[in-house]
């Protein structure tokens, strides 16, 4: 797929996916979504990704939301299959991808932005970003996940406030309640971000992948965690990389996993 409203950038084993519509806020739509969701297969897929950093353009916004004009005269049906098609394809994709994912909140994360920096496994903020779901002063609520994440993350109180009110809160009171794991200077945004990523390269890649399946699954009614954790568990052990860990361990020596 040729990418016209995101950077696609590999290096040192990081994916680095900026949004990339910044006249418009990196506001999010349809074909955005597309490209986000094709650039999500390959790096789940690719061994030569270790991880995934998402930002957005310019200095002003990580995604100021989305493009209303798109919907703006959609019936119930329609807007039904949008919020559908999204959450499967980019918002769930992220949440259940096997590499670790660090959205670097650059600015205002508006509705659909802040569902997708919620997608993502962790969050960093720089010290001017402006975050909120405000939906309900469009008539509408969150539509990709945004009522289910924000409430995992910050609780129902919390999370009941910022969605009725449509009010936005400081990267100081998002780390606050939870909802972001680090504020910094806008300068060393993406240094944190990279940081954070850089440390999990150092890991097994299975094990990471394994891990992100039992977290997620800790929230997910339709199964149960615990179970889900003791299968990842016992797979591990049918790893590579686990002997290789066990061996370093022993050998006094640091591990050089493969991801096998």
């Known amino acids: 797929m040729t990418y016209n409203h995101i950077i696609f950038e590999v290096k040192d084993q990081i994916l680095h996916l900026t949004i990339n519509r910044e006249q418009k806020l990196n506001a999010l739509n349809k074909a955005l979504l597309a490209e986000l969701a094709d650039a999500i297969s390959f790096a789940s897929t690719n061994a030569d990704v270790r991880g995934i950093l998402l930002t957005g353009a310019g200095e002003k916004a990580f995604v100021a939301g989305a493009d209303i004009s798109e919907f703006s005269s959609f019936n119930a049906e329609q807007g039904e299959n949008l919020a559908q098609n999204g959450q499967t394809t980019v918002f769930d994709a992220l949440e259940n991808c096997p590499k670790p994912v660090v959205a670097a909140i650059n600015g205002f994360a508006l509705g659909g932005g802040l569902e ?36 995992r993350l910050v609780g129902k109180g919390h999370a009941f406030e910022l969605i009725v009110t449509a009010d936005m809160i400081s990267a100081e009171r998002a780390k606050e309640i939870g909802l972001v794991n680090h504020v910094v200077a806008a300068a060393d945004l993406s240094a944190k971000a990279l940081e954070i990523l850089n440390k999990i390269k150092l890991r097994a890649p299975l094990a990471v992948a394994s891990a992100i399946v039992a977290v997620n699954s800790a929230l997910d009614s339709k199964v149960n965690g615990f179970e889900v954790e003791v299968k990842e568990f016992g ?14 361990f022993l050998e006094k020596r640091k591990p050089v996993f493969t991801g096998k």
């Open 116 to 151: 997708l920096a919620m997608a993502c496994h962790i969050r960093v903020a720089s010290v001017n970003a402006r975050l909120g779901l405000p939906e309900v002063s469009l008539g509408l609520i969150p539509g990709y996940g945004g009522t289910q994440r924000l409430t």
């Open 235 to 248: 797979k591990c052990f049918n790893t590579s990389d686990f002997k290789e860990g066990v061996s370093a």
